[in-house]
């Protein structure tokens, strides 16, 4: 089944703690992208990335780091959560830039 | 960089009545365009897209959407609402010439009322 599989669903950590929320998707897709969505707000584009060890920035990139070392995964690395990045996460990935996206569940993160 | 709007963050329609969700884009040359459709508790779905084909698009469970270059929009609509399509929808664009990053909307809630 194709599909873009996003870990943990849920998280709960404290203010500076590193945490990691893996990405994988099957589908061998070269585009792939980090959103954060907020109330209000929609989802905004943290990182997105073209291809293997090629990334840049989206709308809201401060405070995240991503990396692109194999075609399938795309990691978000918070290396000091702050409360204000207590928000719903998505992963995404697509064949080429602009075409159909495929989501993941969500990771839901709440920073205390 | 693109802008979208989407007007009215909440919208409630009776079952079986006709469903607009309206959504309006900034750039002077029009981009690529997409309806998602979010469930609770669930990752977005594609409901349709629009590239540079035909102006009036059809997507999944009897969604449509008119690509109007004049207005800059891209509506969306059904002519029967039908309960299970209360989530919320998201209007979505991507710049035609480098097509790097997706905007998206501030999200629609449709409430359907039996």
């Known amino acids: 089944e194709a599909q873009v599989t996003q870990n943990p669903r849920y998280l709960i950590t404290v203010t500076g703690k590193k945490l990691t929320v893996t990405c994988s998707q099957n589908?061998?897709?070269?585009?792939m992208s980090w959103y954060r969505q907020d109330p209000g707000l929609g989802l905004r584009q943290i990182y997105y990335?073209?291809?293997?060890?090629?990334?840049d920035k989206g709308d809201v990139p401060e405070g995240y780091k991503v990396s692109r070392k194999e075609k399938r995964n795309f990691p978000l690395i918070l290396e000091s959560p702050s409360p204000n990045q207590t928000s719903l996460y998505f992963c995404a990935s697509s064949f080429i830039r602009a075409t159909e996206a495929f989501f993941g569940q969500g990771t839901r993160l709440t920073v205390v | 960089a693109q802008s979208v709007t989407q007007l009215g963050s909440h919208v409630s329609v009776s079952e079986g009545a006709l469903v607009l969700l309206r959504c309006n884009y900034s750039?002077?040359?029009?981009?690529?365009l997409f309806w998602y459709v979010q469930y609770p508790n669930q990752g977005l779905q594609l409901l349709l897209k629009?590239?540079?084909?035909?102006?009036l698009v059809k997507g999944i469970n009897g969604f449509e959407a008119e690509f109007k270059k004049s207005e800059t929009s891209f509506h969306l609509t059904k002519p029967s609402a039908h309960m299970s399509d209360a989530a919320e929808y998201f209007c979505?664009?991507?710049?035609?010439?480098?097509?790097?990053?997706?905007?998206f909307g501030t999200g629609t809630s449709l409430t359907v009322i039996p």
């Open positions: 990335s073209m291809n293997v060890e090629v990334t």
């Open positions: 589908m061998n897709h070269e585009y």
């Open positions: 629009y590239t540079s084909a035909a102006t």
């Open positions: 979505a664009v991507s710049d035609r010439s480098t097509g790097n990053q997706f905007y």
């Open positions: 750039s002077s040359v029009p981009p690529y």
